[in-house]
Every structure is written in C-alpha cells, then in structure tokens.
C-alpha cells in the first residue's frame, strides 16, 4: 500500500468534502458495498482514506490508489461533469447541469412536468449535435 503525501491528502480533501455525495466504481474488499452504491463523504483520513457513509449502511473507506470512486450530483445522483453547475439555493453545492437547469426553470416558475420537457428537448438537441 502506498501513502500519499500530504499535499495529495490536502486535494482530495478539497475534492471530496464533507457531505459530498460518491458512488463506488471499484473496491478491492470482500465487505464492499456493491459497485454503483451512493454514499455520503464523512471525511478524508491522513493516509487519503476517503471515508463514507455508503446508503446500504457500509462505512468502509476507498483506499487512495486503490479503490475508486467519483463525485455524482447530490440531487439526482448522476455523475457531475467536469464542469458542474453551481446550486443556486446555497451557493457552494455542486450540482449536475441538468439540476441547475431545473433549479433556474424553479425560480422561473416553471413547473417540474414542464421542467423536464425543457430538459428533455436540450437533451435533444445535444444529441443531435454529437451524432453530426
Ligand atoms: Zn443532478
């Protein structure tokens, strides 16, 4: 096993602050929840441990180097992009594009039925832009 320095251990703790929502891509452990399980982030040890509240009661840690996890909107659960949206309704959670679509449609107004056809129809319109 190998340690990170304190300087790896510092990043992660930015990327992964407390509350942040993760799912499981890959654990080596006999005891580890199943891939694709979300969890909440309770911190991050001196040896980069990334520790978790994983949602099917599990709270063991993905090892740096070994296991490996990613971010995913705390909203709807979907991976968050490279470049996530920032939620409007505090200002520091980072959410996926399609929720800060929904949360700007909200404050419009906008009912969720018609939120998701707007969202749906930009969809679209990406998809269609990729497949030229
Ligand atoms: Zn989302």
């Keep these: ?3 990170p320095s304190r300087e790896i251990v510092e990043s992660l703790r930015k990327k992964y602050p407390v509350g942040s929502r993760v799912e499981l891509l890959k ?3 006999p005891q580890a929840p199943p891939i694709g399980t979300l969890g909440t982030v309770r911190g991050v040890d001196d040896i980069g441990s990334v520790m978790v509240n994983w949602d099917n009661g599990s709270g063991l ?3 740096f180097g070994e296991d490996i996890i990613r971010k995913v909107c705390p909203v709807c659960g979907q991976p968050l992009p490279e470049h996530p949206a920032l939620s409007r309704r505090d200002n520091k959670t980072l959410i996926c594009s399609d929720c800060g679509t929904r949360e700007a449609l909200a404050d419009f107004g906008m009912d969720i039925e018609d939120q998701e056809g707007v969202i749906a129809a930009i ?3 990406s998809d ?3 497949s030229k």
Excluded: I, P, T, V
């Design 123 to 125: 969809h679209q319109l």
């Design 1 to 3: 096993m190998r340690f």
């Design 61 to 63: 840690s993905a090892a």
């Design 27 to 29: 654990m080596d452990d």
């Design 128 to 130: 269609e832009k990729e």
